[in-house]
């Protein structure tokens, strides 16, 4: 089995800054592609940034220049570092990890973290 732990969500005004941090743990052999998802209340959930295993990123247009993803391999953690956040960024911020373990290779989610930026 394996564990994605969200944390660093929380309340901040436009213009601020927050760091996601979501650890994997359980039987892992290889962590493939990792990613940050949001889905606000009424929406689906999208794509926000994902980061291969050599680092290649890919980030939805809305956060380019203002968010960055990164991945500590040897801690099985990836990161987004967001800046300039906007009201429009509020959601619920979910990590995804694409898991080789020692019986499959499969997606799996965190619980979620709720960002909330007021105006």
């Known amino acids: 089995q394996v564990q994605l732990v969200e944390s660093g969500g929380g309340l901040v005004q436009a213009g601020g800054s927050l760091r996601l941090s979501c650890a994997a743990s359980g039987s892992i052999l290889v962590i493939n592609a990792m990613g940050w998802y949001r889905q606000a209340p009424g929406k689906q959930r999208e794509l926000v940034a994902a980061?291969?295993?050599?680092?290649?990123?890919n980030y939805q247009d809305s956060v380019k220049g203002r968010f960055t993803i990164s991945r500590d391999n040897g801690k099985k953690t990836v990161y987004l570092q967001m800046n300039s956040l906007k009201p429009e960024d509020t959601s619920v911020y979910y990590c995804n990890a694409d898991v080789q373990s020692f019986v499959d290779t499969r997606q799996y989610w965190g619980q979620g973290t709720q960002v909330t930026v007021s105006s």
């Open positions: 980061i291969l295993s050599g680092g290649r990123t």
